[in-house]
Nanobody
């Protein structure tokens, strides 16, 4: 059973940066399409960035140009570099394997969800 563990969140001022990490244990990580999702208070969880095994990426319009998803298959880890953070980026961030070619904004993940990591953008 694959387990996911997210880390790297915290409190940051608007305009600041954070780098999130997601370590996967078990499974064949290198063949997974991986994604970062977020859930803001009172809202449903939704996909904001995805990366294929070959490194192709796609993003939600709201984060395009500010967030960068990457992966290290040797370390079974996927990253989310977040720059120019805004208060509206405040959410719990999760990673997961995409079950199929789910669209940006979709909340479906294939693996059991980890605990996520809280990102708070506030002055």
């Amino acid at each position: 059973q694959v387990q996911l563990e997210e880390s790297g969140g915290g409190l940051v001022q608007p305009g600041g940066s954070l780098r999130l990490s997601c370590a996967a244990s078990g499974g064949i990580f290198s063949i997974y399409i991986m994604g970062w999702y977020r859930q803001a208070p009172g809202k449903q969880r939704g996909l904001v960035a995805a990366i294929t095994p070959g490194g192709s990426t796609r993003y939600a319009d709201s984060v395009k140009g500010r967030f960068t998803i990457s992966r290290d298959n040797a370390r079974n880890t996927v990253y989310l570099q977040m720059n120019s953070l805004k208060p509206e980026d405040t959410a719990v961030y999760y990673c997961n394997q995409l079950p199929t070619t789910v669209p940006i904004g979709d909340g479906r993940g294939k693996l059991p969800w980890g605990q996520g990591t809280q990102v708070t953008v506030s002055s």
